[in-house]
């Protein structure tokens, strides 16, 4: 019997696996994807989870891989394009934006390495109960199943985890990868109910990243490409730079994206990343997130109710922020801090250190 069974080895299941085979566990990872596999989701990581990956020995892997250092911050409320610069702590970047594909690799490399099973392409169809006490999937038993099945996680609907907090989708995204375009930094810009969120990534790709409102859903699938140099055009300097480069990926989509906070665990069971907690990708606080519930999850093993109060201490206020952020309108207040920033680097470098947890 293992300790652990962790289904789904992304950045939330990969991340648990490590730690607890680090702990000293006996964990089988599965996933019913193949290693090493892109998937359609966001990837830039920033906040804590540089730093954790730094802790963790991974960040210079995952630099290693060919995913640029970011030390610089674009945000534009429609007011007009604040910088940040030199955006660091103690050597570490303000973030990174590994493909999927380079960043879950290194995650199930460093699981293995730490003594971890894994199985890849090994779909889970059930999980085992004895009463109401979950024991295991198909064919192995464990102390506890993790689901780090994603946002519409199966182990989440076979145990009935209950929602605590919800809130309704709001946003559609689609996105790709532009070549050509030298960009250092991120980009936030938000304007006329649209977002632009970009940065550069690995093989010297630019990923663009656009938000409309979910009511826009039908006009935006008329004409996905339209819609979305639509954007592009209308955001001043960047969409001039993305033109004049050029597109290198399909363009993919994210279009059922709700808010919602599950319980974290039952008996036999618990639940990581988006499978626990799903938030619109407004603040990019997915991958950061998992890596931080992986931690938790992993310390707080033999005491799950404290692994769910930490969690939630740590993300009940982001994500009633992010869902207010999502909204794709900046609220006044901080469109006049911003004006007190204008023209002021230094000031400007502290506030963007302090929003991302940096500095005190
Ligand atoms: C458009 C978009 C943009 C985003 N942008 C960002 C961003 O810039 N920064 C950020 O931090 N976050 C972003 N996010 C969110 C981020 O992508 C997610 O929070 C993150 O991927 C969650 O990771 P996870 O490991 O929990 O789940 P996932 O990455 O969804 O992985 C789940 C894994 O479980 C496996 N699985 C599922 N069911 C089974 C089964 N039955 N058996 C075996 N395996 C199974 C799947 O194959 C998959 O590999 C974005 C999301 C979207 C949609």
């Not at 998992?290 to 707080?300: G, K, N, P, V, W």
Request: proline fraction near 6%; charged fraction near 25%; glycine fraction near 10%.
């Amino acid at each position: 019997m293992y300790d652990a069974i962790v289904i789904g080895a992304r950045c939330a299941g990969a991340a648990t696996a490590m730690l607890l085979a680090r702990s000293g566990r006996d964990v089988l990872l599965v996933d019913r994807a193949r290693f090493g596999s892109d998937i359609p989701h966001g990837h830039f990581i920033h906040r804590h989870g540089p730093r954790r990956l730094s802790e963790w020995g991974l960040l210079d892997r995952v630099l290693a891989s060919g995913c640029p250092r970011v030390t610089q911050f674009t945000s534009d409320m429609g007011d007009f394009p604040l910088t940040g610069t030199e955006l660091e702590a103690g050597g570490i970047p303000m973030g990174v934006g590994p493909r999927r594909s380079a960043l879950d690799a290194i995650l199930v490399e460093a699981a293995i390495e730490a003594g971890a099973e894994y199985r890849e392409a090994h779909p889970v169809r059930s999980l085992s109960f004895d009463g109401d006490r979950v024991t295991g999937i198909e064919s192995e038993q464990a102390r506890i199943v993790i689901g780090a099945d994603g946002r519409n996680s199966g182990v989440a609907k076979q145990v009935g985890a209950p929602v605590l907090r919800e809130q309704p989708a709001i946003s559609v995204w689609y996105f790709s990868y532009w070549s050509g375009v030298p960009e250092p930094g991120l980009s936030v810009i938000v304007r006329d109910r649209t977002a632009v969120f970009a940065f550069p990534t690995n093989d010297d790709l630019f990923g663009v990243f656009i938000a409309w409102p979910l009511t826009e859903l039908a006009r935006v699938k008329r004409d996905i490409d339209a819609a979305m140099y639509e954007v592009i055009d209308a955001t001043p300097g960047l969409g001039e730079r993305i033109r004049a480069g050029r597109r290198e990926e399909r363009v993919c989509g994210a279009t059922q994206l709700p808010n919602f906070v599950r319980r974290s665990h039952g008996p036999g069971w618990a639940l990581v990343g988006d499978a626990g907690v799903h938030k619109d990708p407004f603040m990019a606080l997915g991958v950061c997130d998992a890596l931080r519930d992986a931690e938790l999850l992993a310390q707080s093993f033999d005491d799950l109710p404290e692994y769910e109060r930490r969690r939630d201490a740590a993300t009940l206020e982001d994500f009633d922020a992010n869902f207010g952020a999502a909204h794709l309108m900046a609220p006044p207040e901080l469109l006049a801090f911003r004006q007190t920033l204008r023209g002021d680097q230094a000031a400007t470098n502290r506030f963007y250190l302090q929003r991302e947890g940096m500095v005190a």
